[in-house]
């Protein structure tokens, strides 16, 4: 038997909108360490219309800087996995409004946002 998902994530808990976001727009800067057992369930569940929204949504970092908009995911790797693995186009997801000075926090001197 399936553990029912709780759809809590740590910085998106109080956000309710999803959105179908473009898996293309979303930058993942760090490296993912996977549990294949994972990516492989989550795959069945993407496959099976009845659970593919048993799945969290992916938080979202949208940051607006200087006119232009990014998209950095930086959790939600087996998700993430699972989609691309499946051909998928978009992600459910979660944007989370931050400044550039929390990605800066992240990403140090390979952010984009000196």
Not at 62 to 87: I, M, P, S, T
Request: overall charge neutral.
């Amino acid at each position: 038997m399936t553990e029912p998902v709780d759809n809590f994530s740590i910085h998106g808990n109080s956000i309710k909108e999803v959105y179908d976001i473009p898996m293309s727009a979303i930058n993942r800067p760090l490296p993912s360490s996977l549990e294949r057992a994972k990516v492989e369930e989550m795959k069945q569940k993407l496959n099976d219309p009845d659970h593919q929204l048993d799945l969290t949504p992916i938080d979202v970092h949208h940051v607006h800087y200087k006119g232009q908009d990014y998209y950095f995911a930086f959790g939600g790797c087996h998700r993430w996995a699972a989609h691309k693995e499946l051909g998928r186009s978009t992600i459910r997801g979660k944007l989370i409004q931050t400044p550039p000075a929390v990605i800066n926090t992240y990403l140090g001197a390979s952010s984009p946002f000196k």
